[in-house]
């Protein structure tokens, strides 16, 4: 049966149960009786959501809140519930949320690290970790994952997603459920996750933060649902409305969006919240006259829960009475929450042991998954000569306002992870070497040059430096847009002052966004880029160092070689004049040359055609050589799947870990199609002189998608087909689907 056929009879059962007023599960009775029970008043107290902790408990005792965020104390927590449990009419539970994005204590890499290592797995067991604490510390509701794809590092959210490609986002994505949520919502120690933001807030123009968005509907159908649509698909309990505007209107009044796709075409059941006051932000948008009107237009759009606009507890009863909202919207909204509660076995366990947290968190299994997470993603971008690792120095110089800065190595978004608890790149590499510690900054915005000298002679005594710079924690993250993406303050003149020392310097970059690093590339002879690393970042990169490990990240974001060139990704449409590697720079063009075009193709004349380091790009301390695609058929039908596998040999004298990357082209469609997309990837460890089979298998369904007719649909023709390390390597094979 075809997708859509699939869709339109899904949406036809869930019609018909709809109508149906019987319930259907012993749930949907329990949350009914429940239902049939409240006042308006208490309804709409369910669907209010406010900061704060204790100071709440009257709120909560008058049925008047229906979840709290940001409260961590598990005696505060309690002392709300007890006030919601037991002083409250119907005693309905709190749900208490907190932004667990990537890690609670143990702070994981930030999201894009976690996109770098194109693991899944290690990424569902960091999710997994969050969960076990948080929920230690009575926290049942993340706002994570981020699902936005971002394809331009101005925008410093970029930090909390997966970066710029579809299908690497869908499996962080599932990852990150998965670990949230486990086998079952009801064990205390899962948390219901929060797919946000929905939608396209990722494609702010030119990366300012909350800003518009230009997204076609197919657009948004092939780039921006797919991870929404597959997390939906695999149970993920709540999504978050976004803070943009589509083509005008703002997500959180978007029935489109809310009803017609989510639920009727996508058939998903979970619980809808608004983004912090991103009902209030529609009076801002110049979309809503007055706060009473953002309640009427989110709850009539599809929203159920207010996240602090005060909106809906305000005006809904008065707007139910003037008839602009009907009770049946409010009653939507009620039981989406109240399924969610008793999902999450909120009735039976309202509280949170008060001394569990101890326990838990930190715990040694916690801090070797953190480990082994950021030695995953860290990203070899450059090693000449073999610098790395430097298993045979003693004595190193170690600077840079990234080496001991415990605090801005967890990243964006680390609000629950103490400091104290954070090893640093300077703690864990004074365990390996003799070391010289010089700082020569105190921070990555810091422009004074005074300590230079003394770092340059330090760098003369030692056997090869190591040079850790960066980013502060908050100059990435919500509202941390950036112009220009060189590296801050006096640290690529930090480099160079190193450089000149004559010793091999390697440069760690740790980061909430993919920087540009091209004049400091120039200065060292190794480069490894780790996003905020978070508690463990220091014992990882030590180890990677040292060549107790192997890199093995890959870029989830295109490098760019200047911030001109934003936004800048792998997987763009073909193109009319695509870009045939003959540019004409700025300085090759004659004085008062004549008003002809140069070389008529896509690229700037400073910064050329190609990125920096193009999608996929990293480099292991081992080297790979790929062997020619073998595909099983030449041709194939829409219910094949077809099979393609190479040899991948490791060339070189370490073990090391290969991330396979696949890619297909569909070379011409009803639409114009991307120059290429990644429909798979797998890490392959092999021994030193190791040669193993690699197979993917790819279900011709996979390279469906919505054609000119807006139907979601495999097209028959050519394709192209790469398997290798990057997105910009390998050559094309061809099969057909007929
Ligand atoms: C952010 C969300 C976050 C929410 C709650 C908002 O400012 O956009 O991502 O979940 O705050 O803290």
């Not at 978007?254 to 996508?266: P, Q, S, T, V």
Request: proline residues 5%; negative net charge; charged residues 20%.
């Amino acid at each position: 049966m075809n997708r859509i056929i699939r869709n339109i009879l899904s949406v036809a059962v869930l019609a018909l149960a709809g109508c149906s007023s019987a319930p259907q599960t012993e749930t949907d009775r329990k949350v009914e009786e429940l239902l049939s029970q409240m006042t308006l008043h208490e309804k709409i107290g369910q669907m209010n959501q406010l900061s704060g902790g204790a100071w709440l408990a009257d709120q909560a005792a008058k049925g008047e809140v229906g979840s709290i965020l940001n409260c961590v104390d598990p005696a505060e927590i309690n002392a709300v519930q007890r006030a919601a449990v037991e002083e409250s009419r119907l005693g309905i539970p709190i749900l208490v949320a907190r932004d667990v994005i990537h890690g609670f204590r143990t702070i994981f890499p930030i999201p894009l690290g976690l996109a770098s290592t194109f693991d899944p797995e290690i990424v569902e067991e960091g999710a997994r970790v969050a969960a076990v604490e948080a929920t230690a510390s009575g926290i049942r509701w993340t706002f994570s994952p981020m699902l936005d794809v971002a394809r331009d590092p101005r925008w410093g959210r970029v930090a909390e997603g997966s970066g710029e490609d579809p299908y690497l986002d869908v499996q962080m994505g599932l990852a990150m459920v998965r670990g949230y949520q486990g086998e079952d919502l009801s064990n205390p120690a899962s948390m219901a996750a929060c797919i946000k933001h929905f939608v396209g807030y990722g494609a702010a123009e030119g990366g300012r933060d909350y800003n518009s968005t230009m997204i076609s509907e197919r657009s948004l159908r092939n780039t921006y649902f797919p991870a929404f649509k597959a997390t939906a698909d695999a149970g993920a309990a709540t999504l978050m409305t976004s803070f943009n505007e589509i083509d005008g209107i703002p997500s959180t009044g978007n029935k489109w969006l809310l009803k017609d796709i989510l639920r009727d075409e996508w058939g998903w059941d979970g619980m809808v919240v608004t983004d912090w006051n991103s009902a209030g932000e529609m009076i801002a948008h110049g979309f809503s006259n007055d706060l009473k009107h953002t309640a009427e237009q989110s709850v009539n759009a599809g929203v159920d829960m207010d996240m602090m606009s005060y909106g809906f507890i305000q005006y809904l009863e008065e707007l139910v009475k003037e008839g602009k909202v009907s009770e049946a919207e409010i009653d939507r909204a009620v039981r989406n929450i109240l399924k969610l509660k008793f999902d999450l076995g909120l009735f039976e366990n309202p509280y949170v042991d008060e001394t569990a947290s101890a326990k838990v968190d930190y715990a040694p299994a916690h801090l070797e998954a953190a480990k082994q997470s950021a030695v995953e993603s860290a990203i070899l971008l450059k090693n000449e000569g073999g610098v790395l690792p430097l298993d045979k120095a003693k004595t190193i110089l170690v600077t840079g306002p990234l080496a001991d800065a415990p605090y801005e190595q967890m990243g964006t978004w680390a609000f629950d992870g103490q400091q104290e608890h954070t090893v640093t790149p300077l703690t864990a590499l004074r365990q390996e070497y003799d070391v010289i510690w010089e700082p020569g900054l105190a921070y990555s915005r810091d422009r004074s040059t005074k300590e230079f000298a003394k770092v340059r002679n330090a760098a003369s005594r030692a056997e090869a430096a190591v040079v850790f710079v960066g980013e502060e924690a908050i100059l990435s993250g919500e509202a941390h847009s950036l112009s220009n993406l060189n590296l801050q303050g006096a640290q690529s003149e930090l480099i160079a002052e190193v450089a000149k020392a004559g010793k091999p310097v390697v440069v760690v970059v740790i980061a909430g966004r993919p920087l540009t690093v091209e004049r400091d590339l120039d200065n060292c002879d190794a480069m490894l880029y780790s996003f905020h690393p978070g508690t463990m970042g220091g014992p990882a990169l030590a180890d990677l160092i040292k060549g107790k490990a192997n890199p093995s990240g890959k870029l989830p974001m295109t490098f760019l070689r200047d911030a001109g060139q934003a936004p800048f990704y792998y997987n763009h449409n073909n193109l009319g004049r695509p870009n045939n590697g003959t540019e004409t720079l700025l300085y090759d063009i004659p004085i008062a040359a004549g008003q002809t075009s140069l070389g008529c193709t896509s690229y700037y004349l400073d910064t050329g055609y190609g990125p920096l380091f193009p999608f996929g790009y990293g480099l292991s301390y081992t080297s790979f050589k790929y062997g020619n695609p073998v595909l099983d058929k030449g041709e194939y039908t829409e219910d094949d799947v077809i099979r393609v596998s190479f040899e991948l040999k490791n060339t070189g004298m370490r073990e090391g870990t290969e991330v396979v990357q696949l890619y297909v082209q569909d070379k011409v469609g009803s639409v114009v199609r991307p120059v290429k997309e990644l429909k798979g990837f797998q890490r392959v460890t092999l021994a030193p002189g190791e040669t193993r089979t690699v197979t993917f298998e790819l279900p011709v369904s996979d390279l469906a998608f919505w054609n000119i007719d807006m139907e979601y649909v495999v097209e028959k023709g050519d394709f192209n087909l790469w398997v290798a390390g990057d997105s910009a390597s390998g050559e094309p094979v061809s099969f057909e689907v007929i």
